[in-house]
């Protein structure tokens, strides 16, 4: 009988002109698009709802994802291609990277390899089952190389329990926070939107991206509805990542 008052509506409707500033839309380079098709099936669907802006960043991970600022714009050139063959030149797309905070990342730091965001913000993640041994080393580093560390999709971290106090630590050293827009559903199960939704109500997310890999994952994107009490909380982080990376 509530129904009336509850209406929810669509997420996308509100993402018109957003800046993906976390995606793996970049071809053949990670677990993301395999070919340049699929990069250009995937910016497509995006276009759909107005989304035309991108940060690529495909991971940076140690016997992983070795990628390189060479391997990277290397697949940014291939893509930019095709992107002018499809005659989406209206598409912008720059590169950084998701850099796992592994053995190998203070090397990275320490010779000046990593891919920053918009030159002083640094995307980083953890494994999901068990934080980094040096992470608190490397955040420290981070910040001493003049940057802001972003940590990736906190909510997803399974070690990192709905109210963990690790959190406000966190951005108490500083550390900005990335939320997934998908994490608003269940895709990825019902404790990390839990998760996700509790983060936003204390206020500890700074700012949102997609995360997307493949098709399934922007369909699901193009279901998730909010009711409007959810929104005033995204719609504010909508806005700021726009503003910071557009």
């Keep these: 009988m509530f129904e009336f008052f509850s209406k929810k509506k669509f997420l996308v409707d509100y993402l018109e002109n957003f800046v993906d500033m976390h995606n793996h839309i970049l071809p053949g380079i990670d677990d993301g698009a395999k070919t ?4 250009i ?6 276009s759909e709802f107005g989304v035309k802006n991108f940060i690529a960043t495909p991971h940076i991970m140690d016997n992983y994802y070795p990628n390189t600022s060479q391997s990277i714009h290397a697949a940014l050139d291939e893509l930019k291609k095709g992107l002018y063959d499809h005659d989406l030149k209206h598409v912008l797309f720059d590169v950084s990277a998701e850099h796992m905070i592994d053995a190998n990342f203070e090397t990275l730091l320490d010779s000046a390899e990593m891919m920053p965001l ?4 640094l995307l980083v993640e953890m494994s999901y089952l068990q934080p980094s041994i040096n992470f608190d080393e490397a955040i420290q580093k981070i910040a001493s190389k003049r940057f802001f560390p972003i940590l990736a999709h906190p909510e997803r971290y399974n070690f990192l329990h709905l109210k963990s106090s690790k959190f406000k630590k966190y951005k108490k050293k ?3 926070f990335q939320m997934n827009l998908l994490s608003l559903s ?3 199960g019902k404790e990390v939107q839990k998760k996700a939704l509790h983060l936003l109500d204390e206020g500890l997310i700074d700012f949102v991206a997609s995360d997307v890999h493949n098709q399934n994952q ?4 193009k279901e998730i509805k909010l009711t409007n009490a959810l929104l005033e909380l995204v719609l504010p982080l909508i806005d700021r990542t726009i503003h910071t990376f557009y």
């Design 41 to 46: 099936a995937l910016i497509r669907s995006f």
């Design 118 to 121: 918009r030159k002083n913000y």
């Design 36 to 39: 340049v098709e699929e990069s």
């Design 174 to 176: 500083g550390i900005l």
């Design 186 to 188: 269940e895709f990825y």
């Design 218 to 221: 922007i369909q699901s994107l």
